[in-house]
């Protein structure tokens, strides 16, 4: 990765994902789980917001700063935080869609590891843009 380029794919990835919550927000209104307060499509959209607007902090330059932190750095944690959030959603997901015709169910339970891999994918970006800062 260069320093121009950590990050900016899951920047891109997470400004795509958002722009679908405001575009197909009825299936993911679904698995909003229960227990938040209000109507699902709040949630939807809250989540749609959050992951355009760290998307597009991801894309800022690795110079920009917040607090003598780069914007990136802050940004690729905002991230994994929220990927974390929104895991409860894909477990609630996989659970409603368990008896539904296949293909269904493989999907949904095929999110749950998949998951991980955005975790996965926010560290490096986080471990990416510290080196960088540190040089």
């Known amino acids: 990765m260069t320093q121009t380029s950590v990050g900016r794919s899951l920047g891109i ?3 795509i994902a958002g722009i679908g919550h405001f575009v197909f927000p009825k299936g993911l209104d679904a698995i909003v789980p ?13 989540s749609g917001i959050a992951e355009i607007a760290i998307g597009i902090a991801l ?9 003598d932190t780069p914007i990136r750095l802050i940004a690729a944690y905002a991230a ?4 974390i959030a929104v ?11 368990s008896s539904r015709p296949m293909p269904d169910p493989l999907i949904a339970y095929a999110r749950l590891p998949l998951q991980f891999g955005l975790f996965y994918w926010a560290w490096s ?11």
């Open 59 to 67: 894309l800022t330059p690795l110079t920009a700063k917040f607090a």
């Open 80 to 83: 994994l935080a929220l990927f």
């Open 87 to 97: 895991y409860p959603a894909n477990i609630k997901m996989a659970l409603d869609w």
């Open 13 to 15: 990835f997470l400004i």
């Open 125 to 135: 970006v986080i471990k990416a843009i510290k080196k960088l800062n540190s040089l």
């Open 34 to 46: 229960e227990i938040l307060p209000g109507d699902p499509r709040l949630w939807t959209y809250l």
